[in-house]
Structures are given as structure tokens and as C-alpha cells.
């Protein structure tokens, strides 16, 4: 029985079990409903479900109209964010599945667009080849009028005759032979038969002779450019009818995003070894899984100490347990084998555990700050835990490096005009207890549960795709969001 009420715990994990086999629009609202109870919540749990909702919506949808998905992307997006603003997140994956959406759509355009201009080539009219190595011979009173016989040698014994005695020799030996004589070739035609092909102009003549839209004598049926709307080949209708199917690639994208989520910690990890070395005292804070996993990648090859605030008063407990004991299985930031993951003092790794206010008096003797992130913003700077700005800025004084890690599925297009509204607060009687009654009454007691830090406290990102600065985040943004997916809300 307990078993039955652990797996019908509403979160994350249900909302897993039940996506597929749900009704979309259900799933949508039980996705809201857990927001809006942040009964699922931090960035990478709200990315996942999105994912998993998005998929199961494009899933579900007949695309008749590309447009008409997006609409219906962005309609779902838009209730997500209004359910839970600050889980930035949310709008970011929804951003990155409209721009899959947009890049198949337009592979696809492309290779139909491909498609007719490779129709469009093959029903150009042109001379075929059999036929010009079975050119008819000239008599020789014409080819001394060849118009390619310039600083030819002239024949010892050449007959004047006039243009009308020319036309009835020729007339007459063609007559003899059996055939009918092309025309007599000028300097702006080539040597195309006429009577097996149209007379090809050269690139000089285009403006004197207009293109007739009558079709050619010799083009079967079927092969007319588009511009005559007529069908296309059976060469081209194999590669229009080998086009790639939209949403099952869309659904591919988005299933490769989700592996993106499942895979960046450990390619963040990748990069510890470059940014750590041996002998460093090491600054963290919070019990972030991106984190803990960047520190135990180091420690395989590196010995170094970690000095570790406890996070008072959200996030003191799951900083415990990180450093001390494994891991509970309550922490909403683990999924899968990460519940496993062994503490850091078991990997050999001496932690010393100190409170906030300790910070600034042992910054001097720290090599490196490593933050976790909550979300990281289009102008550097990011939104952390509670406690991560006092850190940085102790940093800045100090003259210490600081080091965020975050996957770039927390980065966001979003500029911070307000950034209050990027914070959210939590219970404040873990700040100060309601039993004392007579001293609440008198302040008023707030309980931030993010700080928002400027890009100028950030030296250096690490997210799965390396290292970069501050500066350099608006090129990850414009490779990653499509300009015209910045603003949800549909504009009337």
C-alpha cells in the first residue's frame, strides 16, 4: 500500500507514467496543475515534462498546415509560462521546438523547391546527341559560305556564282540525296536538327527571339518547367514522393532534445579536467546535480579541497546530504541513477562544510568559485540560489574567478527589464518562526529563494558545449532561438 502512494505521488515521475496514454488536453492540464503547485519544479525537471508534453502534442496533431503547429505550439506554451513565469525554462524548450518545427518545415520547402528545379532542367529543350554525329554533308559551294570559316584557307578554284544560283544548287543536290537541307546556319544558331529538335539561340540572340509558351514537339508529356504548370516527370515525383515525412522529424528533434537533456550533465562533466587541477581549493554552493557530477569527473584524476556553503535556510538539508551521506530520494532535482549518486566525501574529495557567513572571510583563500545556475539570461547575467550573488561579489573582491556550469537549454533569450519579477520568494517562517508572534508583527521578514547575478561577477560558462564568456552568450542564443520564438505571446 505504501508502494501504490509513493508511485501516485503527484510530480514528475507521474506525469511520465501517464503522458502517453492520456488525452493531450488532459495531459496539459495536469502538467499546469503541477506547476502551478510546484509540485514539479527547477529547470531541468520542467524542461523534461515540457519536452515530453510538446512531443505528445505534435504527436497528436494532423499537419495539414506548418502554421497551423506552430499556432498550436505556441498556444500550449503560452498557457505553460502563465502557469509558472519564473521556471524559465519552460518557454526555452518551447522555444527550441518551434525552431525545429521552423528548420524541417523549411528542409522541406527546400527539397520540394529542389524538386522542380531539377524538372524544370530536365525539360529544356536540347539537341540530341545521336543526331549531331549524323550530320548531313554540305556541298562545297556552301561550305565556302560557312559562316565559321574565318582565315580558312579558300579553295585554288572557286566558282562566282550569285545567292539565287547558291539557293538552287542547293535545293537541287538536296533534292538529289534524298532529304530535307537545314537551314543556313548564322553566327547566333547552332547546329540543332530541325526536324528532331527547336532551334537552340545562342546567349547572344536571347532578347530577339522571345520565349514561345507553346510546348515543344519533342517533350513528352509531362516534363513542362513549372512556370506551365504542368505535371512533373517521374524522376521528379520520386524525390517529392521521397520527402521526408515533417512530423516525424519534428517528433525526432524533439526526442534528441530530450537525450540533450538526459546527456549535459555528463557532457559538462567532460570539461572539469581542464578547469580543475590539483591542490586547488574549490568554492561551491547548494546541492546542484550539474555541479556534484563536474566536482567527481575532477576527482577521478585530481586531488583538490571543496569549500561548500551550506545554502541556509532552502537548501541547507540537500547541501548536508550531498556532502555527507547519499542522496534521498526526495530531492526533485534527481532522476534515474543520479538518486545513487554517491557523496562527495566518498570520493575522496575533502569538503569543508562552512555557514554563508563564513564566505567573505575564507574567499582569500579560494582558487575557483563553481555556481550552479537556475537560469541564465541573454545579457550574462543568471538567476541562482539564494546566496549565490554574496558569493560572487566576495569573489570580485577578491579577485577570484567565477565559474557557472549550466546546460544550454537553461539559457534564454529573455532580456531582465524587471528583474524582481525574476525572483521568487519562498516561506519565511524558515527565516523566523511564527511562534514568535510578538516580533513578526513588528518586521516584515522576506525569504528569496533565487538571486539575480550580473555578467560582470560571471568570468567564464561552462555548458555542454564548452567554455565561453559572458560576452559571447548572444551567438549561443541566436544559434539555438529563432528570432521570431523571443516573444510567445502572439502579438494582435
Known amino acids: 500500500m505504501p508502494a501504490s502512494n509513493l508511485a501516485m505521488t503527484p510530480g514528475l515521475k ?196 522571345p520565349i514561345s509558351n507553346a510546348p515543344s514537339p519533342t517533350a513528352s508529356p509531362g516534363t513542362r518547367s513549372p512556370a506551365n504548370r504542368s505535371t512533373l516527370n517521374a524522376g521528379s515525383l520520386e524525390t517529392l514522393n521521397a520527402a521526408k515525412d515533417l512530423r516525424e522529424e519534428v517528433i525526432e528533434g524533439i526526442r534528441e532534445l530530450i537525450d540533450e537533456l538526459d546527456q549535459v550533465d555528463d557532457q559538462i562533466a567532460g570539461y572539469a579536467l581542464e578547469h580543475i587541477h590539483s591542490n586547488e581549493i574549490i568554492l561551491t554552493h547548494t546541492s546542484s546535480v550539474t555541479v556534484q557530477k563536474f566536482l567527481l569527473k575532477a576527482a577521478t584524476k585530481r586531488k583538490f579541497t571543496v569549500i561548500h556553503a551550506e545554502s541556509f535556510p532552502n537548501d541547507h538539508e540537500a547541501t548536508h546530504a550531498t556532502v555527507a551521506r547519499s542522496q534521498s530520494g526526495d530531492v526533485e532535482d534527481d532522476l534515474g541513477p543520479e538518486l545513487f549518486q554517491k557523496p562527495l566525501s566518498a570520493a575522496g574529495i575533502t569538503v569543508i562544510l562552512i ?57 534564454s533569450p529573455i532580456y531582465p527589464f524587471d528583474f524582481d519579477s525574476l525572483i521568487e520568494y519562498g516561506d519565511a517562517s524558515k527565516v523566523f518562526g511564527y511562534e514568535d508572534g510578538d516580533l513578526v508583527d513588528k518586521v516584515d521578514v522576506e525569504n528569496p529563494l533565487f538571486d ?16 565561453h564568456a559572458p560576452s559571447y552568450l548572444y551567438r549561443i542564443v541566436s544559434d539555438h532561438y529563432r528570432t521570431e520564438d523571443t516573444n510567445l505571446v502572439k502579438v494582435q
Open 452 to 467: 539575480y547575478v550580473p555578467a560582470e561577477l560571471v568570468d567564464l560558462y561552462i555548458t555542454n558545449l564548452g567554455g
Open 14 to 209: 507521474s506525469f511520465l507514467n501517464t503522458v502517453r496514454s492520456s488525452p493531450v488536453e488532459s495531459s496539459i492540464e495536469h502538467l499546469i496543475s503541477l506547476l502551478k503547485r510546484r509540485q514539479i519544479r527547477n529547470s531541468r525537471p520542467c524542461a523534461i515534462a515540457t519536452a515530453y508534453l510538446l512531443r505528445r502534442v505534435v504527436a497528436s496533431f494532423r499537419i495539414t498546415d506548418i502554421g497551423r503547429l506552430i499556432e498550436r505550439v505556441q498556444q500550449v506554451g503560452n498557457r505553460l509560462t502563465a502557469a509558472q513565469p519564473r521556471e524559465i525554462a519552460v518557454g526555452n524548450i518551447v522555444r527550441r521546438v518551434l525552431g525545429v518545427i521552423r528548420d524541417e518545415a523549411e528542409e522541406d520547402r527546400d527539397g520540394e523547391t529542389s524538386g522542380y528545379s531539377e524538372a524544370g532542367s530536365e525539360s529544356r529543350p536540347h539537341t540530341p546527341r545521336e543526331n549531331q554525329s549524323h550530320r548531313p554533308g554540305f556541298s562545297s559551294t556552301i561550305s565556302t559560305f560557312s559562316p565559321l570559316r574565318h582565315g580558312g584557307i579558300e579553295p585554288m578554284e572557286t566558282p562566282t556564282l550569285s545567292r539565287a544560283q547558291m539557293q538552287d544548287d542547293v535545293f537541287s543536290s538536296s533534292a538529289a540525296e534524298g532529304f530535307q537541307r537545314p537551314p543556313l546556319l548564322t553566327s547566333h544558331t547552332s547546329y540543332a536538327v530541325s526536324n528532331t529538335a527547336p532551334m537552340v539561340t545562342s546567349m547572344f540572340s536571347l532578347l530577339s527571339h
Open 355 to 411: 555557514p554563508d557567513a563564513a564566505v567573505f572571510a575564507l574567499m582569500s583563500r579560494v582558487n575557483k568559485v563553481i555556481l550552479g545556475t537556475h537560469v541564465v539570461l541573454a545579457n550574462g547575467g543568471l538567476v541562482a540560489a539564494a546566496g549565490a550573488k554574496t558569493i560572487a561579489k566576495a569573489a570580485r573582491m577578491h579577485r577570484t574567478p567565477v565559474v557557472v556550469v549550466t546546460g544550454v537549454y537553461k539559457l
